[in-house]
């Protein structure tokens, strides 16, 4: 196989895994070129409104991360939860 369709199936493994199965790989990138293409700048103050809406598209059920804390923990927290978030990133 050429390496970029090994490396286009292995995106789409992955795209699959951590997306769900509703997501493809094209939609994953297109969404991901949206996302460049807001405004970023390095040291940019993170809003309460970004980490709500990265709390709401978070997906339920997941198993945790490095912070052994489940999503769903955050999200009960509500506007207390995302206002420690947002001073703490």
């Not at 199965?21 to 991901?32: A, M, N, R």
């Not at 970004?50 to 997906?59: D, G, I, N, Q, S």
Request: proline share 2%; glycine share 8%; with cysteine.
């Amino acid at each position: 196989m050429e390496d970029a369709k090994v490396q286009e199936r292995w995106q789409g493994y992955f795209c699959k895994s951590f997306n769900g199965e509703g997501l493809d790989v094209s939609q994953h990138t297109e969404l991901l070129a949206r996302e460049e293409q807001q405004d970023y700048r390095p040291g940019k103050p993170i809003t309460r409104e970004e980490v709500k809406e990265v709390l709401r598209k978070m997906k339920s059920g997941k198993a945790v991360g490095s912070d052994s804390i489940l999503v769903e923990v955050w999200r009960s927290l509500c506007d207390d939860g995302v206002a420690w978030l947002t001073d703490f990133f």
